[in-house]
């Protein structure tokens, strides 16, 4: 069993593109192949957003699976799960530096992982086909 909290810094995160992660994960019913138990939005304060996930993992991860799964949450908090794929590899082919994602593994397999800055292409929830990148001026506040 795995869990992971996640943490999604304010104001680059909303409240919407958490439940999005959450709505998304609960009705697929597993996070890449892996059952999920438990997905949930677990606290809310004025810096972070949490999401607690507990999932089953079935199989070893890699270092570029683990990876992949962390930048994936990203592509969902964009709301780019449907996007065309080349805008979904626009995101997926960056690094968790670039997109500044940060992780502690503890030795009971738990994870912290932050998520420092929103998605840098976002799909509005009014309009999926507007994709537009991320404003330079939102990111830098």
Same mark, same amino acid.
């Given at each position: 069993?795995? /869990?992971?909290?996640?943490?999604? =810094?304010?104001?680059?995160? &909303?409240?919407? %593109?958490?439940?999005?992660?959450?709505? &998304?994960?609960?009705?697929?019913?597993?996070?890449?192949?892996?059952?999920?138990?438990?997905?949930?939005?677990?606290?809310? &304060?004025?810096?972070?957003?949490?999401?607690?996930?507990?999932?089953?993992?079935?199989?070893?991860?890699?270092?570029?699976?683990?990876? =992949?799964?962390?930048?994936?949450?990203?592509?969902?908090?964009?709301?780019?799960? &449907?996007?065309?794929?080349?805008?979904?590899?626009?995101?997926?082919?960056?690094?968790?530096?670039?997109?500044?994602?940060?992780?502690?593994?503890?030795?009971?397999?738990? /994870?912290?992982?932050?998520?420092? %800055?929103?998605?840098?292409?976002?799909?509005?929830?009014?309009?999926?086909?507007? /994709?537009?990148?991320?404003?330079?001026? %939102?990111?830098? %506040?």
């Amino acid at each position: 069993m795995a /869990l992971w909290h996640l943490m999604f =810094n304010k104001p680059a995160f &909303t409240k919407g %593109q958490a439940k999005h992660i959450v709505y &998304t994960l609960q009705d697929a019913g597993n996070f890449g192949g892996f059952p999920i138990e438990k997905i949930g939005i677990v606290r809310d &304060t004025a810096d972070l957003l949490y999401i607690d996930m507990q999932f089953r993992i079935t199989i070893g991860l890699t270092q570029d699976t683990f990876e =992949n799964m962390l930048k994936y949450l990203l592509v969902l908090s964009g709301r780019l799960d &449907t996007a065309p794929l080349s805008v979904y590899f626009a995101v997926m082919q960056k690094s968790l530096d670039d997109l500044q994602i940060t992780y502690q593994r503890y030795e009971d397999r738990s /994870l912290d992982v932050f998520f420092w %800055q929103g998605p840098p292409i976002v799909a509005p929830a009014e309009d999926k086909e507007r /994709l537009r990148f991320r404003d330079d001026e %939102q990111s830098n %506040q």
